[in-house]
C-alpha cells in the first residue's frame, strides 16, 4: 500500500512540476544564440587566415557576392535561406568528418571553387558606389527576414547547392557528381533563357584541343578519334564523352576549356572546334536567374525553393 502512495505522490510531483526536474537532470534550458548574435569561424582565402564572423553578417557578404542587388527580393530571400541551409548541411557534416583542409580549422572558406563567393561589405559597398546604401538595405532585408530558416529533406538540412543559369532544366546532382540526393534532381526552370548567361559559345584549334586534352588526360590517342560517344543527361548535360578514345566527364572538358557549363555541343569546323554552351555553373539545385523569373511572376521565396529543390520543407 505504501507503495501505491508513493507511485501516487511522485507521478503528482512530475505532473505539477516536471521543471524542476528537467532542470536537476539536464541543468537550466538555454534558448540557441538568434542568428544575429552567433559567431562563425571563416577562412579568407585571399589573405590566408582565419576569422570569426557574425553568421548574419557572413550570410548578407555571401548573398551580395552570389546574387545582383536588383533581383526581386523575393530572389533574394530564397538565396539567403540557401545559403544558410549549405552552410549548416556543411558545418553538420564536418563535425563528424573533420573539416577539409582547405579551411585550415574553420567552418568554411571564402574560395567559390570549394564554398560559396564572398566579398566583404565594405568591399561591396565601394563597388556599388552611389546605390551602395539602397543595396546593403535591400540584401540585408532578405537576409534578417528569414533568419534561422533553412531547407529540409526528412527533418535534415539540405545541401542546397545553387548556380546562376540552368539550360531551362536543372541537372540532376547524381549525373553531375554521382551519389544519390532526392531532393536534387532535375527539375524544368522557366525563365532562364532570358538570362544574359544563357548562351555562349567558344571556338579553339584542333591542335589547341588536342595539346590542351594531351597534358591533362592520359593514355589519349588522336589517331582512333578526336571526339566520341556522348552520353547526356535529361537536362542536356554531357555525362561523359570521348576524346582520343578516353572517356571523360562534362565536367572535365569543361574545365579543360573553361565553359560556363557541361551542356556543350561540340561542332568540328574544318581545323577548329566549336563549343556552343547552354547555362552557366554546374547546374543543380537553384538557378537564381530563374529564381529571380519566378520572382517577378509572383512566386514567394518559398514557392522558389520548394521548385528547385524537390520534396523539401521550409523551417
Known amino acids: 500500500m505504501k507503495k501505491i502512495v508513493f507511485y501516487i505522490i511522485f507521478i503528482l510531483i512530475l ?6 526536474f528537467i532542470y536537476v537532470k539536464y541543468g537550466k534550458y538555454k534558448e540557441p544564440a538568434p542568428e544575429n548574435e552567433e559567431i562563425i569561424s571563416v577562412y579568407l582565402h585571399t589573405e590566408d587566415k582565419v576569422v570569426n564572423m557574425n553568421k548574419s553578417q ?48 574553420a ?9 560559396k563567393a564572398w566579398i566583404s561589405q565594405e568591399k561591396r559597398m565601394e563597388i556599388w558606389k552611389e ?12 537576409v534578417e527576414e528569414t533568419a534561422g530558416q533553412i531547407i529540409t529533406y526528412n527533418d535534415e538540412v539540405i545541401s542546397a547547392v545553387f548556380h546562376s543559369t540552368s539550360s531551362g532544366k536543372t541537372e540532376n546532382s547524381k549525373d553531375v ?5 532526392p531532393y536534387l534532381v532535375s527539375v ?5 533563357m532570358y538570362s544574359p548567361k544563357y548562351k555562349s559559345e567558344k571556338t579553339v584549334s584542333i591542335e589547341e584541343f588536342k595539346k590542351t586534352v594531351s597534358e591533362n588526360i592520359a593514355n589519349v590517342d588522336f589517331t582512333r578519334e578526336l571526339v566520341g560517344e556522348i552520353t547526356r543527361s535529361e537536362a542536356g548535360g554531357i555525362i561523359s564523352v570521348s576524346v582520343g578514345g578516353v572517356s571523360i566527364s562534362g565536367t572535365q572538358l569543361r574545365n579543360l576549356f573553361d565553359l560556363r557549363s557541361a551542356n556543350i555541343q561540340i561542332k568540328i569546323e574544318g581545323d577548329l ?30 514557392d522558389i525553393l520548394k521548385t528547385y529543390y524537390s520534396n523539401v520543407e521550409v523551417k
Open 131 to 142: 546605390s551602395a546604401n539602397e543595396n546593403w538595405a535591400k540584401i540585408s532585408a532578405a
Open 107 to 115: 567552418d568554411v572558406c571564402t574560395n567559390p571553387s570549394h564554398c
Open 177 to 181: 557528381w554521382g551519389g544519390e540526393r
Open 15 to 20: 505532473t505539477l512540476f516536471p521543471p524542476i
Open 58 to 105: 557572413y550570410l548578407k557578404e555571401v548573398v551580395s557576392a552570389e546574387m545582383p542587388a536588383d533581383f526581386h527580393i523575393e530572389a533574394l530571400k530564397a538565396q539567403a535561406v540557401a545559403a544558410r541551409s549549405y552552410l549548416d548541411s556543411r558545418r553538420n557534416a564536418y563535425k563528424t568528418s573533420g573539416a577539409p583542409e582547405e579551411h585550415k580549422g
Open 273 to 302: 572546334i566549336r563549343f556552343d554552351v547552354t547555362g552557366y555553373g554546374h547546374g543543380v539545385g537553384m538557378s537564381q536567374y530563374g529564381a529571380n523569373y519566378l520572382a517577378n511572376e509572383g512566386k514567394s521565396y518559398i
Open 188 to 192: 524544368e526552370s522557366p525563365g532562364d
